[in-house]
């Protein structure tokens, strides 16, 4: 009874040590962690100075990403020998010489359409008598009809007196009075000048602007490192350069795919013989720049057109088809062939970032939403403060692919897991799957079992997923067996003597028969099931067991039977003593088999006394070493005879002192 309360009180002792370590080790971190309250109220306080101060900002902006734009020109004119003075100037003007006549023939375009709307009222009136008739029969458009006028009755009705305000007369009836005032001719003169001076001086500015920071480059670069980054000169200029080289290819580029798409439209739209197609190709490559939104708007206008050009309906389907088959050319050929638009964003960011634009900046934010965005991702990457920035809008994976597979499995979720490994196995063979991505994955898992973070059902669950896991891969391993087979067939018949080796590069497993049994849990049973379908593509007969079948009770119902090799799959590294005798039952089993155990390690190599310590054949730590171990024409070691023990000390004690007592008897004897 006192024996059992002290080990009790140990026990107490000991698992309040454990747990004041885990608080202390839990507060440390927690002190060591940063808080990101000042990063999110800076971040607040931006929004805020950028909303209210846009008039300030929004040229700024332009002027940033039309300096990232033009920046390689200048710098190969540059390089053509270009004085500086000729490269940024020319370079400026041609580019906006190239805006304002851009602009001009967009204005001339819009100022003949509003001009043709009147000669397109009758087609339109024609078309929905049409419409109406043929829904007649469920009165659709009356309903629709009577809802309308019901909402605009409710809209346009005045707002009911107050009970203070005395009732109006009903014989008193308001006289209306219009007043006109002849315009003076300047007056005049300012009311079209004053609606062009923002959108003029706003240019003027930017242009201003933009000679200035290309003429000022590498000064204001400096400068900038200077003030941001002058501890870290190394992380400073790959930002600079990762964000210029993001952003001035994603504008270069996106403006040749909106090239590409724009010129077929108004050449197309002009076949077709839909009026004003200068107009719409010219919107088209505009728009275009508005993720998402900026096509569909640019498919809009050129099919309401199509609608009210034509008596009939022939124009609008073959506009329509005109628009579905440019869009299938430009996201199916021409954008994976430049590869230029791709930004680093995930597609839900670039809706969220058009939307927070739009808002801060109206339609030239809307415009400018992707190169924005994109700069705050660099931003992220580079500065360990904004790291949430990356998180949130990019569109590079947050996890390994351990990891995702590990959260799949402990989530009970092995579909998603077979699709993100049916992904990696495009471009990867299924043993170097295991290798770097499940077998990882599952170590994972197994280290939270022996730190007590899993319980027992959710190990079986993590089980139960990653054993559907490899039932739902045994089609992609019988495709690699026959690919196997085929690349061995053809290495017979032209060897051309290349001395490279590929690690996973395995031999032929024909005429082998292998064993592969977990060692003592079911994650280390998962383990055996993939070795043994690695060792199955290889073209050996193969089987695979539990660790229940290694119990006294039932290892000799294990089928070992001319097996040429049996492997013992464990992820516990502690389990080397469980290892040791598992090899020596199965030596008196299988003397004539290799018996080798797979010890699960992510990085390095078992030690080379490790074999001789547990009297294998062979000790592993990655599938491919296992395979090859496994499908070896060595022969297997004898198992070497155990030493005798040493006695005890009292023992020896006591017959030396026999011995001493018996020495005279001996001796009178002799």
């Known amino acids: 009874m006192l024996r059992f309360s002290r080990r009790a009180d140990q026990g107490q002792a000991k698992a309040a040590s454990q747990s004041m370590q885990i608080a202390l080790a839990s507060g440390s971190a927690a002190i060591a962690q940063p ?13 805020a100075v950028l909303y209210f101060a846009s008039e300030v900002f929004l040229p700024l902006a332009i002027a940033i990403l039309l300096t990232f734009a033009l920046a390689p020109v200048v710098s190969r004119l540059r390089r053509a020998g270009l004085p500086r003075s000729v490269a940024v100037i020319g370079t400026v003007a041609t580019a906006f010489l190239f805006l304002s006549a851009f602009s001009v023939i967009l204005a001339v375009q819009v100022s003949e359409v509003a001009q043709n709307l009147p000669t397109y009222q009758y087609n339109i009136i024609e078309k929905i008598r049409v419409l109406k008739e043929a829904g007649s029969e469920s009165q659709i458009f009356e309903r629709l009809s009577r809802v309308v006028e019901r909402i605009s009755t409710e809209i346009s009705r005045p707002k009911p007196e107050t009970r203070l305000s005395p009732a109006p007369d009903p014989e008193q009836k308001p006289l209306l009075v219009e007043i006109f005032s002849p315009e003076r001719p300047i007056e005049t003169l300012r009311n079209i000048i004053d609606p062009l001076l923002g959108p003029l001086a706003t240019t003027g500015l930017v242009i201003v602007v933009v000679i200035f920071m290309l003429f000022e480059r590498e000064d204001l670069r400096d400068r900038f490192i200077r003030l941001v980054g002058y501890g870290d000169l ?143 991702v660099v931003l992220g990457r580079h500065v360990p403060q904004f790291e949430f920035l990356e998180i949130l809008l990019g569109n590079e994976p947050v996890l390994d692919p351990k990891e995702r597979l590990y959260q799949r499995l402990l989530a009970g979720d092995p579909d998603e897991a077979t699709d993100n490994a049916e992904e990696m196995l495009e471009e990867k063979y299924l043993v170097e799957f295991y290798d770097t991505v499940a077998i990882p994955a599952l170590l994972l898992a197994e280290h939270d079992r022996a730190r007590g973070a899993l319980t027992d ?6 089980a139960q997923s990653a054993r559907t896991l490899v039932a739902n891969l045994e089609e992609i391993a019988g495709e690699e067996e026959e690919e196997e087979e085929e690349e061995e067939d053809a290495s017979e018949e032209a060897d051309n003597g290349d001395d490279h080796t590929d690690d996973y590069d395995l031999p032929l497993g024909e005429g082998k028969s292998v064993l592969c049994i977990g060692g003592r849990g079911e994650l280390d049973d998962v383990t055996a099931s993939m070795l043994a379908q690695v060792i199955g593509v290889q073209g050996a007969d193969v089987a695979s067991a539990s660790y229940k079948d290694l119990k006294p009770g039932a290892i000799r119902t294990l089928p070992i039977a001319g097996r040429n090799a049996i492997v013992v799959n464990f992820l516990d590294q502690e389990s080397l003593r469980h290892a040791k005798f598992i090899v020596r039952r199965l030596k008196r089993l299988a003397p004539t088999a290799r018996i080798g155990i797979a010890l699960w390690q992510e990085e390095g190599a078992p030690n080379i006394a490790l074999v001789e310590e547990l009297q294998a054949d062979f000790v592993v730590s990655v599938i491919a070493g296992a395979v090859r ?40 004897a002799g």
Request: hydrophobic share 55%.
């Open 234 to 376: 190394h992380r400073t200029t790959e930002a600079l350069q990762d964000a210029g080289a993001r952003v001035g290819q994603y504008l270069l580029m996106q403006l040749v795919v909106n090239i590409t798409y724009g010129i077929p439209l108004a050449i197309g739209l002009w076949l077709l013989g839909i009026p004003n197609a200068i107009l719409w190709g010219m919107l088209a490559i505009v728009l275009r720049f508005v993720p998402y939104i900026g096509p569909v708007i640019a498919a809009v206008l050129p099919l309401f057109l199509a609608f009210a050009a034509a008596p009939g309906w022939s124009l609008l389907v073959w506009t329509a088809a005109l628009f579905i088959v440019l869009e299938l050319l430009s996201n199916n050929v021409v954008e994976p062939w430049l590869y230029g638009s791709r930004t680093g964003l995930s597609p839900l960011a670039i809706i969220v970032s058009a939307i927070f634009w739009a808002w801060l900046w109206g339609p030239v934010g809307l415009v400018l939403s992707t190169p924005l965005t994109v700069c705050l």
């Open 457 to 462: 059902p959710q190990v079986a669950q993590i």
């Open 35 to 47: 808080s990101r309250l000042p990063t999110l109220a800076a971040t607040a306080a931006t929004v």
């Open 629 to 668: 171990e496994a499908l070896s024409d060595e022969a297997a070691r004898p198992l070497k005879a155990v030493r005798a023990k040493i006695a005890p000390r009292h023992q020896v004690r006591r017959r030396t002192s026999s011995t001493v007592k018996s020495a005279p008897a001996d001796q009178n």
